[in-house]
Nanobody, 123 residues
């Protein structure tokens, strides 16, 4: 079992930045590829970014490429999502996700979820 706890959400103006963190506990953290998903009101949860077990490979949805950066620190059992140049359409609840082995790039393959953190971008 892996427990994931997100933090760092909040309210920011368009063009601003936020840094989300996800702290993991339980099993060996480096056994898991990690990801971020988001869900806006009335919409389905969608993939945002993922990182492999070592941090050597990252993946992003097209709409956040170049604005968001995902990283991990296996010594501290944490992953982060640095979000720059935020837009109102980035408003959503952001969820941390873990998957054994391969990256969690879709909902159906995620093994563990965090509880989510709200990000609101005002125009």
């Amino acid at each position: 079992q892996v427990q994931l706890v997100e933090s760092g959400g909040g309210l920011v103006q368009a063009g601003g930045s936020l840094r989300l963190s996800c702290a993991a506990s339980g099993r060996t953290f480096s056994n898991y590829a990690m990801g971020w998903f988001r869900q806006a009101p009335g919409k389905e949860r969608e993939f945002v970014a993922a990182i492999n077990w070592s941090g050597g490979s990252t993946y992003y949805r097209d709409s956040v490429q170049g604005r968001f950066t995902m990283s991990r620190d296996n010594a501290k059992n944490t992953v982060c999502l640095q979000m720059n140049s935020l837009k109102p359409e980035d408003t959503a609840v952001y969820y941390c996700a873990a998957r054994t082995g391969a990256i969690p790039d879709r909902i159906s393959v995620v093994d563990y979820w965090g509880q989510g953190t709200q990000v609101t971008v005002s125009s």
